[in-house]
């Protein structure tokens, strides 16, 4: 239960050390970027959450939200990237998202 959201994990943290992902789109790439962000913490949460058998949404929220500001951190260290309290924000919203669109989905089933 707790290799898939420790396995996105690693992978977040690889593709935070790549320096300057950029595509050079300007402002879709920008905002596919955010997007892309908040869906896979998102996501994250949703694993973690599903790794406690559906208890604790919090405790599973808390440890996407540490590590997303955890990656923004670490991304300070990488050339030609920037770490920003913004994203975490961004990445906190998909958190709240991937929430809602799966309490609701328990509820319906």
């Known amino acids: 239960r707790f290799a898939p959201p420790l396995a996105l994990m690693g992978l977040i943290y690889f593709l935070s050390a790549q320096s300057d992902i950029n595509s050079g789109l300007g402002t879709i790439d920008l905002i596919g970027r955010k997007i892309i962000h908040a869906a896979e913490y998102g996501l994250l949460f949703g694993l973690w959450w599903r790794a406690f058998n559906w208890r604790w949404p919090l405790a599973a929220a808390a440890i996407a939200i540490v590590w997303a500001a955890s990656d923004e951190f670490h991304q300070l260290s990488v050339a030609g990237r920037n770490g920003s309290p913004i994203d975490v924000l961004i990445d906190s919203t ?7 669109l ?3 989905r328990r509820q319906a089933a």
């Open 94 to 100: 998909g958190v709240l998202i991937a929430y809602l």
């Open 102 to 104: 799966i309490r609701w």
